[in-house]
């Protein structure tokens, strides 16, 4: 037993601490797997996580990170061997289980999905827990029935990890993409993503109408509140909008008109108890329907011991695209 790097968060008298420091292996959690992590990537749960801005971490001490990629160290799962490569996201990581900003990770091997041929795990950190739960929203958006020519796909939060891969997948797939933003000034960006439009998104500010005009047939949305209470009230009969964040706030201040007079759903998107057959198929699409080149795009790296800095930044909302963290 060793030590190894981790970015690891104690309990304060007010609040949390979050620091880059030496992690004893012998205060490894139990598992049948433990992982040499060699890539991570941060979404705003771990923003929220490593600046101490909201309760994420319900365990002390916690190693933050909720996803990784990175090759099997050690197995007694039958279905891993040494030398694996493997992808992990969610679980309770960096919440209730050691994370994944760390040179080691042991978790259990029913929670670990295989790196999809072709891809590395630089990519997959690349993607990481946002185009997951993209791809999520996209496969429920599916199985509601929507094609591209059921009409145009709303995306919210467009700029960001989560919207950056929807509007990407889904312009390949052929769908119509509305990009919503804060951030105007990404407008280039995120037409070189696909997307056929760029609206401001205080077109989806302030009360929402019980019905408005419908604008599209179904929608991502990674924002939450008052924003997607606006996409409901505009969005098609018999459409569908896939809600998977909450950037905006928790609350939903809306009404049962668009359920009840245009059979509008609303799809819950969870990425993290999603079942691991949805997790596979999630992962194997990214493999096939997301573009490398626009991935490669909306990528930038740093390493670990810029984390806790980057944390507060996409919580600032100056994030653009997907950051990979390095492990080693």
Request: charged letters at 20%.
């Amino acid at each position: 037993m060793g030590t190894f790097k981790a970015i690891r968060i104690d309990k304060a008298d007010k609040g949390t601490t979050a620091a880059l420091t030496q992690f004893d292996e012998a205060e490894l959690m139990e598992g049948d797997v433990t992982v040499a992590v060699e890539w991570s990537t941060l979404n705003y749960k771990d923003g929220l996580a490593v600046t101490g801005k909201a309760p994420v971490v319900r365990r002390f001490p916690m190693i933050a990170g909720i996803d990784f990629a990175g090759t099997v160290e050690q197995s007694s799962h039958p279905a891993w061997k040494t030398g694996d490569k493997v992808v992990c996201n969610g679980w309770g990581m960096g919440e209730t289980h050691l994370g994944a900003y760390a040179e080691k990770a042991r978790v259990k091997g029913d929670w670990l999905v295989r790196l999809p041929d072709g891809m590395s795990t630089r990519d997959a950190m690349a993607i990481g827990t946002a185009g997951y739960t993209a791809m999520l929203s996209v496969l429920a958006l599916e199985k509601h029935g929507l094609t591209p020519t059921s009409g145009p796909i709303v995306v919210t939060g467009a700029a960001g990890g989560v919207g950056s891969v929807a509007t990407a997948v889904l312009s390949k797939l052929g769908y119509h993409v509305i990009a919503s933003t804060g951030r105007m000034s990404e407008a280039d960006y995120l037409k070189g993503l696909g997307a056929a439009e760029v609206i401001d998104r205080a077109e989806l500010a302030g009360p929402a109408k019980p019905l408005a005009k419908e604008r599209w047939a179904g929608g991502v949305d990674s924002v939450g509140s008052t924003t997607l209470a606006n996409l409901l009230s505009m969005t098609k009969y018999g459409g569908a909008i896939a809600a998977c964040g909450l950037a905006a706030g928790m609350d939903l201040p809306s009404s049962v008109a668009p359920f009840i007079l245009r059979g509008v759903c609303l799809l819950g998107i969870d990425s993290v108890m999603c079942p691991i057959e949805q997790r596979k198929l999630a992962w194997n699409r990214l493999a096939s329907d997301l573009d490398k080149a626009k991935l490669a795009d909306i990528t930038h790296e740093i390493g670990l011991d810029q984390v806790i800095g980057a944390g507060a930044e996409i919580l600032a909302g100056k994030v653009r695209g997907r950051i990979v963290v390095k492990i080693r």
